[in-house]
């Protein structure tokens, strides 16, 4: 999957990693993966309004 990636997307998501694996603060990680989380479903809902829009469909609520 990362290989479907541009290079500089590789890139970023190899730094993150290694920054999530070097951090040993159990809070930080936990804002990290609350901030992962929120940005998965922003991302999730514009993609399913986009979708939608592009297709023609009324919007789903």
């Known amino acids: 999957m990362a290989s479907d990636l541009s290079l500089s997307r ?3 998501l190899e730094a993150q990693t290694r ?3 070097a951090c ?9 993966t609350k901030s992962l989380l929120a940005a998965w479903h922003m991302q999730s809902e ?3 309004r986009w979708g939608a829009e ?6 789903v609520s």
């Not at 592009?54 to 919007?59: E, S, V």
């Open 46 to 48: 514009f993609s399913r």
């Open 10 to 12: 590789q890139f970023a």
């Open 54 to 59: 592009a297709l023609g469909l009324p919007p």
């Open 24 to 32: 040993n603060d159990i809070d930080e990680l936990r804002r990290m």
């Open 19 to 21: 920054a999530i694996d």
